[in-house]
C-alpha cells in the first residue's frame, strides 16, 4: 500500500542543477536506509547514493563531489541534489526506503516508480 512518490527531476544542460525527491504515501512507523538509484538505457541499475538511518553516507565515485544525499527523518523522505551535471548523468533515478509499516516490523524496501533526469550538452 505504501507508495513513494518522486518529484524533481527534468531536463537540464551541462553544469546545471537539479534536486530530487522522494516522499512516501501511506502510513509509516519508522524508516531506516535510504538510497538513490539510477539506470541508464541499455544499463545496469547502480547505486548512486545511500544515506543509512543513523546519517551515514555513501556515493558513487561518479557523483562524489557533485551530489548529496539527506534525509527528513520526521516525514520519512529523501532528496538528493545534483550539481555540476553531466551528460553521463543521464538515467532514470530510483528512491528506495527501507520502511517498517508497524511496530515490532523489520523494514522492508520500497522502490519509486522511477524518474528522468536528462543532461544535454
Known amino acids: 500500500q505504501v507508495q513513494l512518490m518522486e518529484s524533481g527531476g527534468g531536463s537540464v544542460r551541462v553544469g546545471g542543477h537539479l534536486e530530487l525527491s522522494c516522499a512516501p504515501s501511506?502510513?509509516?512507523?519508522?524508516?531506516?536506509?535510504m538510497g538513490w538509484y539510477r539506470q541508464a538505457p541499455g544499463k545496469e541499475r547502480e547505486l548512486v547514493s545511500s544515506v543509512s538511518s543513523d546519517g551515514t553516507t555513501l556515493y558513487a565515485d561518479s557523483v562524489k563531489g557533485r551530489f548529496s544525499i539527506s534525509r527528513d527523518n520526521a516525514k520519512n523522505t529523501l532528496n538528493l541534489e545534483m550539481n555540476n551535471l553531466k551528460t553521463a548523468d543521464t538515467a532514470v533515478y530510483y528512491c528506495?526506503?527501507?520502511?517498517?509499516?508497524?511496530?515490532?516490523?523489520?523494514?522492508?524496501?520500497?522502490w519509486g516508480q522511477g524518474i528522468q533526469v536528462t543532461v544535454s550538452s
Open positions: 501511506g502510513y509509516i512507523f519508522r524508516s531506516c536506509n
Open positions: 528506495a526506503l527501507e520502511l517498517g509499516q508497524y511496530s515490532g516490523a523489520y523494514c522492508s524496501v520500497y
